[in-house]
């Protein structure tokens, strides 16, 4: 499956995040820029509804960036 970075950036921004998506960093984990927990899970939510994937709980650690998560799906 292809994904790209800017799609996974639309789906943090429609998450509705209170990070700012122009400061917002495609290699450093989300939650080193104000990502909550919360907020994460929503994103994680709405990447498995959109690309229709299940995230299984042991591979949320390896899914901290954006970068993280293109590599993920696209591995899919």
Do not use: C, F, G, H
């Not at 917002?24 to 989300?30: K, R």
């Not at 939510?45 to 042991?58: H, M, Q």
């Not at 949320?60 to 591995?75: C, F, K, L, N, R």
């Amino acid at each position: 499956m292809t994904v790209t970075t800017e799609e996974i950036r639309n789906i943090v921004e429609e998450a509705e995040t209170m990070v700012e998506m122009d400061t917002l960093v495609n290699d450093v984990p989300l939650t080193d820029q104000d990502v909550d927990s919360l907020d994460m899970a929503n994103i994680l939510l709405l990447i498995e509804e959109k690309y229709d994937i299940k995230i299984p709980d042991e591979d949320m650690s390896q899914i901290q960036s954006i970068d993280d998560i293109v590599t993920y799906i696209s591995a899919k």
